[in-house]
Each structure stands twice: as structure tokens, then as C-alpha cells.
């Protein structure tokens, strides 16, 4: 099996890739000894070849879109194109300083303030601001703006957000950072949002909804109308996490729904890289009476170009979310993403992404497999439940996990969402070809012939991957977080 | 099969009470807690001194899947948090009647026990909820 | 159909499979009167040829220019090969590594990055990264609170020369959690440890201490951390990467060094790309890592006994802890982090000692040059990479009237600090040379009206 040695195992004293840094050591004899480091810092001594080859053997141990078909329930793993990133790396991109005056970064403005137009007919809101830096900073942004709202008609009783049970965790966590109390509501036995419960919690301290639709439960919830009706009426607001866009793109629009503000994870519907788990980009949309309240900065369109529009500009702004105005290189590849697809492209997403999940499930429903939610139509993603495999051989979702691994497939979601038992959740994106899938459905059905003939062999898996199982519990018992292979410094 | 002792004090989030000589109450989580959590790896437990008012949550339980809160079964006042556990969560999955014990509380009264749950109550609340 | 596979033959077998006549039949639960037929503000799709032609075009309409401004984002020079690997698809277009044996190469890269960062800043232990330094700092505020042993305070005292639009940002984030920064007194470009006895310190969590600090100022450290330490709080240092490749690192601070150091990312191999995306770090003392934000990778062995790498901790984070994470954050910038870890190889320890002594005598170069010029002068030293100049006239036009001439002269500090007066923050990274020096003193001599020699 593949393995590699450590960057520091590598490293020689006195080794270097001497042509990255200044020939000399500059004089620094003004400086007191006081201020100054007295070791220096641990990093590996290698030449640059040593380093691009530990990076490139690093890489492939990797599974990645670009290797595997990686169909992650929620995180919308489509082939993110080249050429966005291409294009977003020119030069004339990358050069760009944060602070410089607006009249030098034109072309980066102007591209912005069309990214921002087209998102707001992507969501039918009326204003968008691309600062937030994640989903989580979107949804962030998203009830900060809320309260702001209820805050600024002298409402301040409001601190409640409203999250059903199946939602991602990251929204009762926002709600915290906030300074709001998430209330949890439950899920009926088909996948909506039980409105009974709904109706009891709302009242006055309602502050938001916060919904994804369709829901990490793979299902469009039908009754949105009425949900909307509810929290409104009750004098709450809706919140749309916009995890799973990939599956209405052009099909329904987020404000028509009855939701006041909108993110949207351009890392999933608008192809970013995933990078590793990240940079992200959590833009917000919101209608016309959060307007006022969104992050800063926005780019406004004046007469003779294009501007960053601040604190002086939007006197009721929520604030800053970042040093600067956020992911801006990850913007642009969604921007030319945008530009290649148009609008016939974006509606194509969301109705190939939900045939091929469609197909998925029935496929994998044909083969035996127990669909969690079978009288429903799937979005652009599904639940299988092992629940029954795993009582009738022990084989749990996490073991049929690894032995996808085993067969060139990256896992599903597992244990997402906390629902369903021994769930796997499938999201298999627009990109995938139709032989792709039914080598997906082969793959499962073998793995599940395995764990009736030989469960004990599943559970070896994986076999083939450059570690196998891990011990989690020794990882956490036993930190070890950082390379000891030497002291640190010497006094 | 998940063991209930017949001399302890019991609540519904599935944590233990034993009386001392001196008033004082020994708090931990039951065996059938410890199952549900899986192996623990950290312990989080209060200060001494710390007074807490029932149901406060008063210390967290760790493993590498979830991490539960710990509730006060009583009010009280913290008199001593269990030493082994900083470095030996796993006594807690070991022997969790014993070993595993969290913390020693000095409750604000003693009428409180009484509304705790005893072994029989507990074992029906375990075989309920299967 | 861009980036879709489906033949007209898949197509129909896969409706055919599904039992529905068209894809538009798959959207019928949504009820009728929420549906559309298009997005009419989109406009038509385009070819990847027109697509380039276009970016191009909107790469050249940005302007250029020398760059001497800094103010939390430097122009370094960058590897070409650091990029080169970042963006290989096994790294670019992998996610985060919750399936560990598929994701060994990005664990063990993140375990090197927690290393090496660990090892800049003299602490012992490092998350994965947060998105940016302004976060990072908000991040830290929040987690100094959570771990303070003056446990009701939700104070947190800040150098007045910290960045202050990380200020701004970092205000935003903690309004919800009714956390609040004071400002230490200052004097002289930075804080004013003489003045220390006016504060309540009983009154605070924590102080954060910019290093070096928003002016390039460096502060008294050493004496802060112990005067913060003997009142039990906790010290968080907000430092520049490169800087620490000279400086004294926050694990050496006063008797006991700082407890929590945090700082924007940027200057280890990432573009200046109009602000983003740049990474923040954060590491911390051992005993404080329960209360660290963001994920975390660690060592462990797999079943055969064979070392490997898998994120651990994760019962702080959002997706169990759910309301009572440490943080909603859900990702690290795991792509910069990347960057950065490639970045700090080729550098090694002492290529990175020298691009930041390069930084610092090119700043001093700079500064001697402006100063030469009959009423510029500095405001103190000593400094890091970047040093405050007072000039006869307001900066703003000054600044504009340099652009113009295609030099980004520094930063208008006169708005933040007043009392600073007519104040320009310039910076000097390794990338300026001696005849980018001259350019800028001869171009500043002419907006200032004045006759030089060339």
C-alpha cells in the first residue's frame, strides 16, 4: 500500500530550495534582541523536488471527484470545471490588493455585480451580498439580519429559531452564535415538517424558521406555502438554507416559496471546489425588507463604474464578516460556472441532477435495498436505510462504507441525517454518467451479498486503501496533534 | 445485559445517585448510559465549589461520536469532581457504579432524593423505552 | 449540455426505469402554483472559448500597479510550484475528510500544516485553519471567553492597533454572544503598559495583542502577557506568519508565553486576489484545546498498527454538538491550507528568516528614502515590515494622485487614527527593489510638489 513519510522525516539540516527566498540574510542589527525569535522556526529543510514530490504522492492518497465518483448526501460533489479555476487564476486576477482604489479593480467589480444579479434571479430575492465566507457564515448572516429586522421595529422578545429535527447542525449552532435558542420541532413519518408542532411553538419570541427544501431528508416539502403562512402570521421570518439548490435550480424560486432570506453554498450548486473541506462561499439573498440589513461590502453599479459600497453606503448593515469582502477567488469560478451554463444550463442542473438520483433509487430499491422515504419522490438526493441488514447480519452503514471504498467508490453521507438509523444519503449530481450508477447499484448489491455470506469479512474493510480502519479512540485519547519528532526549540 | 444496582438513586437521563455517610450524594451515569455513548474519551466536570441548581447541565461525557451534557439530579454545591477521569475516561465505560464515578455533590436538601427514581422504577424506564 | 453526460438513449432508459415520461414529471411535488419555467434574469449560456475571451477581458481592465501598501494583505513572492500542487484534482476537487482511509493524503498534509504553524507561533497545538485572520481573531475572543477563569467576564481588552477592520468584523460576530473589546490605552503607536493600572483587569477574559500591530509597531509583549497572567488573563497574540519568521514567537511571550495565537494566513503562499480566500489560523496551548474552534486532525494508528491521520475531537463541533458547538463553523480553507503548507516547505525555516529580514530592510530603505523628502517623516520605531510616515498634506488625495501614477502608496490611517495625524501606513515586502523605492520617492516628490534629483 501506498505510504509516505512525513515532510519533517525528510528534512536534512542546511537542505534547502534556495531560490524561493533572498540570497542573503538582510541586516535586522536595529531591531532589539528583545523582539526577535531565538530558534528559529521548526519547518522541514528539503529541496524543491523533495517537496513536489511528497505533495503529488500526498494527493494520491486522496479520493476526489476528479478520481472517484463521490456521492456525499448533501454536499453536491459535481465535477467542478477547469476552467473556472483557470480563468479566476489570471494574473490579472490574482494581483488584485484588497484596499486598492475601486477604479483598479473594474473587471473584478463588474463581474461581481453580475454574479450578484444573477443570483438574485437564481433565488426571486431583491438583494444579495456575497461576503459570507461559508454556508455557515451565510446562515449566519441569515438570523443576524432577522433579529436585526425584529430589532429595528423594537421587537427585541424575539430569540427563538425554529429548526426541524432533521436539520444540519449547523443551524442550531448559528442560532447560538446569535444569541437565539434553537427550538427543535420533529419530522411526520413522510418526510414533512409536522405542522401541528409548528403551530404550538410559534408565538412571540419566534424570531425564524430555518428550513432547507427539499430537506436533508432527500424530500421536497410540500407544504412550504403553509409553513410560511404560519411563521409569518405569528410575526417570525424564514430562513432558506440553500444546501440543497442543486435540486430546484430554475424550478422554484426560494422567495416564491415565501422565505425572506436565502444562502446559498456556491460550493455545491455553482461547482467551487470542495478544496479538502473548503474556501467556501455562502453568499445571502434576501427580499426587499432585510435589504438594509445586509453584510458589507456589496458592489453597487454607479455612473462610471462599479463600486464597493460600505458602511457609510448602508447605514443599517449587519457589519463586516471579514478582513476584507470574502472568497472573492471562489466567487469568480462561480461566475464563470454561471456564464457557461445560462439559464437553460441551471435548469438542466436541477433536472438531471434529480433524474440520476431518481434513477438511483429506484435501481437500488429494485435490488432489495429499503428506501427511507418510498412513497415520496426523491430530490436530487435519497435515503437507504441498512437498518434491516444491520439487525439480520450486524453489517452497519458505517461497514458498507468502507467496502465502497474498497470497490473505487467514495461512501455516501452515513448518519446523516440522525433520523434515520443506519442511513446512507445519496446525492449523485448531474455530472455522473448513467454506467457510473448502475456500477454504483452493482457495488452496493455486491456488498450486501457479502454481509449475509460473510460479515465478518466486511467488516475488514477497507483492504485496499493506504491506511484501514482507524482508532478513533486512541486519536482522542491520546492527542497527537502535532510532529514531536524533535524539541520544538532549544533554550 | 445492562446492570441496574438495587442501592442507588436513579433519574430519566440516566444518571446514578448514591447517599454517603455524611449527606454528601455521588453522582454518575448509569451502565446503560455508558452503552448508548460508546467508548469515552474526555470528561468534562466542574470546579469544586460550583453550585448548580437541578437540571443544570454540570459536566459533559465525550465519546468520539456525541457528547452528552450530565444534568444535576440535585441542587447543590460541587465538593469534589473525580480525579482519574482526566486521564481515564474509559473507567467510566469500565465501571461506571464504581471507578467511574463523576463527582460528589453536597445536595441543598435532602427531600430532593426522594423524588429520584429507585432500581425498579429505573429497570421499567429501560425496558419502556426498548 | 455542459458538463451533463446523458446520451438522448441514457435519458430515455433512465425515465423509462423510473416509470415517468419526462424529467419535468420528477418535480411534481412541487406544488404547481411555486413552480417556474426558467430563470429569465440569466443570460444564455456561453462556450468556454467565449467565456475565456470575456474573463480575459475583465482581467485587463483592472489596473496594475507597484505595490508599498500592506494593512493585512502582502505581496510575497510565491513559489510557482506551491499553486501547481495545490490545485492537482486529488487536492482541488476532494472534500472534507470525514472518510479517512480515502482522505490520508489531505489528513496528513492538515497534520503537517498543524505542525508547522504549531511550531511558528511556539504553542502546542494548532486546528485546521478558520476562513480568515479577522475571523480567527473573533474566534479567539469568543474561545478566550469560554475558557476564562475570570468566568463572568465577556470582556475582551484589544490593542488599539489592531487591523481595524478586522475590528469591525470581529464586532459583527460577537454582538450575538454579548461579548464586548475595550481598548487598552496606548501611546506612541502602541499600547501604553504604564497605563495598565487604570483597568479593572478582574473585569476581562482576555487581552489580545497584535504582533506586529496594524501601524508595524511591536508591542511591549513581554511585560503585557505577564501583567495579563498575574490577573488571570488569558493573552491571545495576533501575529503575521512571515513576521514570526524573525520575531519572538507568542509561545515565548513574558514568563509563561501567550495562550492563544491567531492571525490571517495570507502571507504564507496565498494571492492577494481582491481579499480572498485567504485562511486564519489558530493554535493554542494544550489545555485549551477542547475549547479550540474548527476541526482538528490527529495521529493514530490503523487496525494493522500502522500510523495514520483522521479528524478527532469532533464532539465540539456543530454536526454532534449541534446548539452547544464551540462554533457553527462546518470547514476550514482547506485549499489555502494546502497552499501554505507547500508554501512553508519550499521556505523551509530559513528561507522564511530571510524573506521577513528582506521585508523589514526593504521597509527601512523605503523609509529612508520618504523621509529624505523635506517634510515626510516617521512617526516611530522601531517597526516591522510596515511604518507610519507623517506627510505635509492629507494623504487621501496624495494616495489618489500616486495611483494615478501607478503606485499603491500605503494606507490613509488618518480616518481609524486621528491622532496620527496626516498618517500613511507603507509597507515594503521582499518583492521591492531598490528602483521601486526610487519610483515611489520620485513619484511622491512630484505630488508633493517638490523638485528632487533622480
New interface residues.
Given amino acids: 500500500m501506498k505510504r509516505e513519510e512525513l515532510i519533517f522525516e525528510q528534512s536534512r539540516p542546511g537542505r534547502r530550495a534556495s531560490t524561493h527566498a533572498p540570497a542573503t540574510l538582510a541586516a535586522i542589527d536595529d531591531l532589539p534582541a528583545a523582539v526577535l525569535r531565538e530558534t528559529p522556526p521548526p519547518l522541514p529543510e528539503v529541496s524543491e523536488l523533495q517537496v513536489v514530490r511528497h505533495f503529488t504522492r500526498l494527493s494520491q492518497l486522496n479520493f476526489s471527484i476528479d478520481t472517484h465518483f463521490y456521492p456525499l448526501g448533501s454536499c453536491t460533489m459535481k465535477y467542478n470545471p477547469r476552467v473556472s479555476n483557470t480563468l479566476a487564476m489570471l494574473p490579472g486576477f490574482l494581483a488584485r490588493h484588497p484596499l486598492e482604489p475601486d477604479n483598479h479593480a473594474q473587471g473584478v467589480l463588474e463581474s461581481l455585480y453580475e454574479l450578484q444579479e444573477m443570483l438574485k434571479a437564481a433565488t426571486g430575492m431583491s438583494g444579495v451580498s456575497l461576503t459570507p465566507m461559508a454556508g455557515a457564515q451565510g446562515e449566519f448572516a441569515g438570523i443576524a439580519m432577522i433579529r436585526a429586522w425584529h430589532l429595528s421595529r423594537g421587537d427585541t422578545q424575539r430569540t427563538q429559531v425554529i429548526v426541524p429535527d432533521a436539520a444540519h447542525g449547523t443551524n442550531p449552532a448559528t442560532a447560538t452564535m446569535c444569541g437565539c435558542e434553537a427550538i427543535e420541532i420533529p419530522t411526520g413519518p413522510d418526510g414533512d415538517v409536522d405542522l401541528d408542532a409548528l403551530r404550538q411553538v410559534v408565538g412571540p419570541k419566534t424570531a425564524a424558521i430555518m428550513l432547507t427544501n427539499p430537506s436533508t431528508l432527500g424530500v421536497f416539502e410540500r407544504r412550504i406555502s403553509e409553513i410560511a403562512e404560519i411563521v409569518h402570521a405569528a410575526g417570525g421570518l424564514l430562513y432558506y438554507d440553500g444546501a440543497n439548490l442543486n435540486a430546484i435550480l430554475g424550478r422554484t424560486l426560494p422567495a416564491g416559496m415565501g422565505f425572506d432570506v436565502v444562502h446559498i453554498n456556491l460550493h455545491k450548486t455553482f461547482s467551487t471546489p470542495h478544496g479538502g473541506g473548503g474556501p467556501g462561499a455562502g453568499i445571502v439573498a434576501v427580499n426587499a425588507r432585510l435589504e438594509p440589513f445586509l453584510p458589507i461590502p456589496i458592489v453597487g453599479k454607479r455612473e462610471g463604474g462599479h463600486v464597493w459600497l460600505t458602511e457609510a453606503d448602508r447605514p443599517q448593515t449587519i457589519g463586516r464578516l471579514s478582513g476584507f469582502m470574502g472568497n472573492t477567488g471562489i466567487l469568480l469560478r462561480a461566475y464563470v460556472y454561471m456564464r457557461l451554463l445560462g439559464a437553460e444550463g441551471m435548469r438542466r442542473v436541477s433536472g438531471y441532477a434529480t433524474l440520476n438520483a431518481n434513477y438511483l433509487c429506484v435501481r437500488l430499491a429494485a435490488a432489495g435495498f429499503t428506501i427511507a422515504y418510498p412513497r415520496r419522490r426523491a430530490s436530487h438526493e435519497f435515503i437507504i436505510s441498512l437498518k434491516d441488514i444491520a439487525r439480520d447480519t450486524g453489517a452497519t452503514a458505517m461497514d458498507f462504507a468502507k467496502a465502497l471504498l474498497d470497490r473505487g467508490f467514495h461512501a455516501p453521507t452515513t ?1 446523516f441525517p440522525l433520523l434515520v438509523p443506519e442511513c446512507l444519503l445519496i446525492e449523485p449530481t448531474e455530472t455522473e454518467t448513467r454506467q457510473e450508477l448502475d456500477a454504483f447499484v452493482q457495488a452496493l448489491s455486491e456488498i450486501r451479498d457479502l454481509a449475509i455470506r460473510d460479515v465478518g469479512e466486511l467488516k475488514r474493510a477497507p483492504q485496499t486503501t493506504p491506511v484501514r480502519r482507524l482508532d ?2 486512541r ?3 491520546q492527542l497527537d496533534l502535532t510532529w514531536q519528532g524533535k524539541p520544538r526549540t532549544v533554550n | 445485559m445492562t446492570q441496574v444496582p438495587q442501592n442507588l438513586k436513579y433519574t430519566e437521563d440516566h444518571e446514578w445517585v448514591r447517599t454517603e455517610a455524611d449527606g454528601s450524594v455521588i453522582i454518575g451515569v448509569t451502565d446503560h448510559a455508558q452503552h448508548q455513548l460508546g ?1 469515552l ?2 470528561v ?1 466536570l466542574p470546579d469544586a465549589g460550583r453550585k448548580v441548581a437541578r437540571g443544570d447541565a454540570m459536566a459533559v461525557v ?6 452528552s ?1 450530565v444534568y444535576a439530579p440535585l441542587a447543590g454545591v460541587v465538593v469534589e469532581a473525580n480525579p482519574a477521569l482526566a486521564s481515564q ?2 473507567l467510566v465505560n469500565n465501571d461506571p457504579y464504581g471507578e467511574g464515578w463523576l463527582l460528589r455533590l453536597r445536595p441543598d436538601s435532602a427531600t430532593d432524593l426522594a423524588a429520584l427514581k429507585d432500581s425498579t422504577a429505573y429497570t421499567q424506564l429501560l425496558a419502556a423505552g426498548d | 449540455m455542459p458538463f451533463i453526460p446523458h446520451t438522448d438513449d441514457d435519458l430515455a432508459a433512465m425515465l423509462q426505469t423510473i416509470g415517468v415520461a419526462d424529467i419535468d414529471t420528477l418535480f411534481d411535488e412541487i406544488p404547481a402554483a411555486l413552480r417556474v419555467s426558467g430563470l429569465p434574469g440569466v443570460p444564455p449560456g456561453m462556450s468556454e472559448a467565449a467565456v475565456t475571451r470575456l474573463m480575459h477581458g475583465r482581467a485587463a481592465r483592472n489596473t496594475d500597479s507597484l505595490c508599498f501598501l500592506g494593512a493585512g494583505a502582502y505581496e510575497h513572492h510565491i513559489p510557482a510550484a506551491v499553486w501547481e500542487l495545490a490545485t492537482r484534482g486529488e487536492f482541488y476537487s476532494a472534500y472534507t475528510p470525514y472518510q479517512a482511509e480515502a482522505s490520508q493524503g489531505t489528513l496528513q498534509l492538515i497534520y503537517e500544516y498543524q505542525s508547522m504553524l504549531a511550531g511558528l507561533v511556539d504553542l502546542d497545538v494548532s486546528n485546521a485553519s478558520l476562513y480568515d485572520g479577522a475571523t480567527a481573531f473573533a474566534e479567539a475572543c469568543l474561545m478566550a471567553v469560554r475558557a476564562s477563569r475570570n468566568r463572568d467576564s465577556r470582556r475582551v481588552l484589544v490593542a488599539r492597533y489592531l487591523h481595524p477592520l478586522w475590528r469591525k468584523a470581529a464586532e459583527t460576530l460577537l454582538t450575538g454572544q454579548a461579548v464586548e473589546l475595550v481598548e487598552l490605552p496606548s501611546a506612541d503607536g502602541r499600547t501604553d503598559a504604564g497605563a495598565l493600572a487604570t483597568l479593572d483587569a478582574q473585569d476581562f477574559a482576555a487581552v489580545c495583542l497584535p504582533w506586529p500591530n496594524f501601524l508595524g509597531g511591536l508591542e511591549p509583549v513581554d511585560e503585557l502577557t505577564d501583567w495579563a497572567h498575574s490577573h488571570n488573563l488569558l493573552v491571545i497574540a495576533v501575529c503575521n506568519p512571515v513576521a514570526l519568521g524573525l520575531l519572538k514567537p507568542p509561545g515565548k511571550w513574558g514568563a509563561q508565553g501567550a495562550d492563544i495565537a491567531c492571525g490571517e494566513g495570507q502571507p504564507l503562499g496565498i494571492p492577494l486576489a481582491s481579499g480572498g480566500p485567504y485562511f486564519g489560523f489558530m493554535a493554542c496551548r494544550q489545555a485549551l484545546v ?1 475549547q479550540m474552534p474548527g476541526r482538528i486532525v490527529g495521529q493514530t494508528l490503523d487496525i494493522e498498527g500502522r500510523r495514520g491521520f483522521t479528524l ?1 475531537l ?3 463541533e456543530q454536526h ?2 449541534r446548539s ?1 458547538a464551540t462554533s457553527n463553523i462546518c470547514t476550514n480553507q482547506g485549499l489555502m491550507v494546502t497552499a501554505a503548507t507547500i508554501h512553508m516547505s519550499l521556505l523551509g525555516s530559513e528561507g522564511l528568516r530571510r524573506v521577513a529580514a528582506q521585508c523589514h530592510a526593504n521597509t527601512r530603505s523605503l523609509v529612508g528614502a520618504l523621509t529624505s523628502l523635506d517634510g515626510v517623516a516617521l512617526y516611530f520605531a522601531p517597526y516591522f515590515h510596515e511604518a507610519v510616515l507623517q506627510l505635509p498634506r492629507p494623504v487621501a488625495p496624495m494616495l489618489a494622485e500616486l495611483a494615478a501614477a501607478g503606485i499603491l502608496g500605503g494606507y490613509d490611517l488618518s480616518a481609524d487614527f486621528p491622532e496620527l495625524g496626516q498618517g500613511l501606513l507603507v509597507c515594503a515586502t521582499e518583492l521591492r527593489t531598490a528602483e521601486d523605492i526610487e519610483a515611489y520617492r520620485l513619484a511622491l516628490a512630484g505630488a508633493l510638489g517638490m523638485a528632487v534629483a533622480a
Fill in positions: 448518519y478513533d479512540v486519536a482522542a485519547r | 467508548e474519551v474526555y468534562e465525550e465519546s468520539t461520536k456525541a457528547a451534557d475516561p474509559e | 477542547r478527532t469532533q464532539a465540539r454532534i454538538r452547544k
